[in-house]
């Protein structure tokens, strides 16, 4: 199993973004390991933008699995951002990133994204594939 971020949900479902092609080879290699996940959160964060009825219909047509959030996550995410605000921490906008990466911390699987740092510097027990690390 492997987790994507908002950011390279949308680069693998919109074939016009520069990174979709980082993203396609990702997914393609990931695949082979299990199923592609992606939370509720990533889904709430596609229907703040714009071709949401697009996107989604992409990620569902290669599969992409909605995976539910539960309390375990949620703690997770209420300690990373904790932490964060405690280092000097200002915008309360990336708690769904918090959220994301415990996603992913929680359930022990890959996280692709492209902010590599910010997932590194709260979930060090993650594995990240990020353009910066990947070799795909």
């Given at each position: 199993?492997?987790?994507?971020?908002?950011?390279?949900?949308?680069?693998?479902?919109?074939?016009?973004?520069?990174?979709?092609?980082?993203?396609a080879a990702v997914y393609a290699?990931?695949?082979?390991?299990?199923?592609?996940?992606?939370?509720?959160?990533?889904?709430?964060?596609?229907?703040?933008?714009?071709?949401?009825?697009?996107?989604?219909?992409?990620?569902?047509?290669?599969?992409?699995?909605?995976?539910?959030?539960?309390?375990?996550?949620?703690?997770?995410?209420?300690e990373a951002h904790g932490e964060?605000?405690?280092?000097?921490?200002?915008?309360?906008?990336?708690?769904?990133?918090?959220?994301?990466?415990?996603?992913?911390?929680?359930?022990?699987?890959?996280?692709?994204?492209?902010?590599?740092?910010?997932?590194?510097?709260?979930?060090?027990?993650?594995?990240?594939?990020?353009?910066?690390?990947?070799?795909?």
């Open positions: 199993m492997t987790l994507f971020d908002t950011s390279a949900a949308i680069d693998l479902a919109a074939a016009g973004s520069p990174w979709h092609p980082w993203a290699d990931r695949c082979a390991e299990g199923p592609v996940l992606v939370s509720h959160v990533v889904l709430a964060e596609l229907h703040a933008g714009r071709d949401v009825q697009q996107r989604w219909a992409a990620l569902s047509e290669l599969g992409v699995v909605l995976d539910p959030l539960d309390d375990l996550i949620a703690k997770r995410a209420g964060y605000r405690r280092r000097g921490g200002e915008r309360r906008s990336i708690l769904a990133d918090f959220l994301i990466g415990a996603h992913a911390a929680v359930r022990g699987v890959p996280l692709v994204t492209r902010d590599h740092d910010r997932f590194a510097s709260y979930f060090p027990e993650l594995t990240i594939i990020s353009p910066e690390v990947s070799h795909v």
